[in-house]
């Protein structure tokens, strides 16, 4: 299966348009139940950063405020440098669309210079058999964007009704496509939402802040074996309308990609 | 020990300045090797929405990003809702110091009035005998803001040289002080670096990025025993000149208090 560009280079692309302003589209190929897929939306976000002719560097840390329900339509995407320093640089970024003042979603994002240094991870991916090992889960829910998206759970079903909520899957894109910085910000969003893991059905949630953590560099991502990524996540409480998920992505060849954490607004 | 107010209390304290608008000042209390004790700033930074007229609700997650280096001195402090829905409320906040036209600090930050719901932590707080049971850690190092804070390891020396970065530790403020949202962001800063746990020694770095996912409300805060947090913390890796620390803190009494993970630059 072939298409070019891809469904998802499509969703993110982005027109420059003056300074530090970027115009997208909603994409259909990535829609949820009433808004984008999330994960989409935090990797246009990236996207605008790692397009603008300012940027130095690899991201290192972003976060992205989901404020309000984006339409089908065209985006707005605003991003510039709040300070740069010789290695490192800031960054502001806010999404809107027109008619709406208000941002729909406000972010930040951490980019910098990576320099030769010692290194360790000591979150290993857990072994597991490769991707081929596994079939496909099958859609559980009619949303386009899960249509976008190869999940192969290794150990259990996303809707365990279990008592703790971690799950372990490959996660690919459809068709498969290249593991880069937006790809991994996008697959950060993509673990089962933690409640329905639990509950062991689907419900109303809507993730308001989810964060990410960098740990691969452009020379080392070019280089990984595989267009799959490993995913772990788990939440660590439920209380009073919200519950957070904490994740990580491995590369198939073992290499700690991103740790990502988000809080999500439920309703039960 | 009695001092009122709490040097803690003055370190975070901010004087309204017209619209969305504070003015606080930097404590020689709280001050680190060459800036304040970024707990402290991420402290601050909450405590501008917290006081901000316009604020519904508790905070559920903030990022604050550390762009550059804070001067002994004024600080402004600018907190804006971006947008307010029926129970929610986004906020973009900035620090600057007059002369620099920059912000040292970006951060966001979410609200939101909770409301019951079914609930369930499944990270539950290590069984460990009571802060009581262990002598306070020596200060390592000269730096004010550690005279701030009371450690209290559990199960392992801070500069250990080992092979995982985990520590488990009571911290508490000296004087002690009731738990609330600004204490425990300022906490959420206070582990040790993980560097120098790994490397059983001291070492030039700095955190680029910290978030904070909140898991209790003003009610259960209000009705938590004791004054002393539990801590664990974590790496999950390090490489090319940054590394992450993810931590968790729980009240004496068990209760989870908030979820924080932080990128931090090192030089090795």
């Not at 993110?12 to 348009?17: D, G, K, N």
């Amino acid at each position: 299966m072939t298409e070019f560009p891809h469904p998802f280079d499509r969703a993110i692309a982005l027109e420059p348009q003056g300074s530090d302003r970027f115009i997208g589209r909603t994409s259909d190929d990535y829609w949820n139940a009433i808004s984008p897929y999330g994960g989409v939306t935090v990797a246009t976000v990236l996207e605008a950063v790692m397009r603008h002719p300012d940027r130095i560097g690899d991201p290192i840390a972003m976060t992205a405020n989901f404020a309000g329900p984006i339409q089908a339509g065209e985006l707005i995407v605003r991003a510039s440098p709040a300070r740069t320093g010789r290695s490192t640089q800031h960054w502001q970024i806010e999404l809107t669309q027109a008619g709406d003042p208000q941002p729909l979603v406000t972010a930040t994002a951490v980019f910098a210079i990576r320099r030769k240094t010692w290194g360790d991870t000591e979150s290993k991916m857990p072994k597991v058999p490769r991707p081929e090992a596994f079939q496909r889960y099958p859609l559980a829910m009619a949303f386009p964007f899960l249509e976008r998206y190869d999940f192969r759970y290794v150990d259990s079903s996303p809707f365990a009704g279990t008592e703790e909520s971690v799950t372990q899957c490959w996660v690919g894109d459809v068709p498969s496509r290249r593991l880069d910085f937006p790809a991994i910000a996008a697959y950060c969003d993509s673990f089962i939402p933690r409640l329905f893991v639990r509950k062991g059905l689907a419900s109303q949630i809507s993730t308001v802040s989810l964060s990410i953590n960098f740990h691969i560099d452009t020379a080392s991502l070019s280089a990984v074996q595989g267009t799959f990524a490993f995913g772990q996540a788990r939440a660590n409480g439920f209380n009073n309308g919200f519950y957070d998920q904490e994740g990580k992505l491995w590369s198939e060849d073992g290499l700690l990609l991103a740790a990502t954490h988000q809080m999500v607004w439920f309703k039960d």
